[in-house]
Nanobody, 127 residues
Framework: QVQLVESGGGLVQAGGSLRLTCAASGRTFGNYAMDWFRQAPGQERDFVGAISWGGGNTYYADSVKGRFTISRDNAKNAVYLQMNNLKPEDTAVYYC????????????????????WGEGTLVTVSS
């Protein structure tokens, strides 16, 4: 089992920044590719960004590319999502997720491939 706990959400004005943290515990964190997803009210859960367990590969949704950065610190069992130039349409509950990966460079982006999920943290961007 891998337990995931997100933190860092809150209320921010458009153009501002937030940094989300996903703290992992349990089984070997380093064998898991990590993702961030988000879900706005009444919407499906959408992919935001992913990072390989080696940390060398990242991938982003077009809607956040150039504004969001995902990173990880395997020694601290943590994954981060730095969000800059936030927009009202970024308002959502943000979820951290883990997917077992066979290779250090593997990126996984599908919700159905995730093995573990956090409870989410709410990000609200005011206009």
């Amino acid at each position: 089992q891998v337990q995931l706990v997100e933190s860092g959400g809150g209320l921010v004005q458009a153009g501002g920044s937030l940094r989300l943290t996903c703290a992992a515990s349990g089984r070997t964190f380093g064998n898991y590719a990590m993702d961030w997803f988000r879900q706005a009210p009444g919407q499906e859960r959408d992919f935001v960004g992913a990072i390989s367990w080696g940390g060398g590969n990242t991938y982003y949704a077009d809607s956040v590319k150039g504004r969001f950065t995902i990173s990880r610190d395997n020694a601290k069992n943590a994954v981060y999502l730095q969000m800059n130039n936030l927009k009202p349409e970024d308002t959502a509950v943000y979820y951290c997720a883990a997917a077992r990966a066979a290779f250090a460079h593997t990126i996984i982006t599908s919700t159905s491939r995730m093995d573990y999920w956090g409870e989410g943290t709410l990000v609200t961007v005011s206009s």
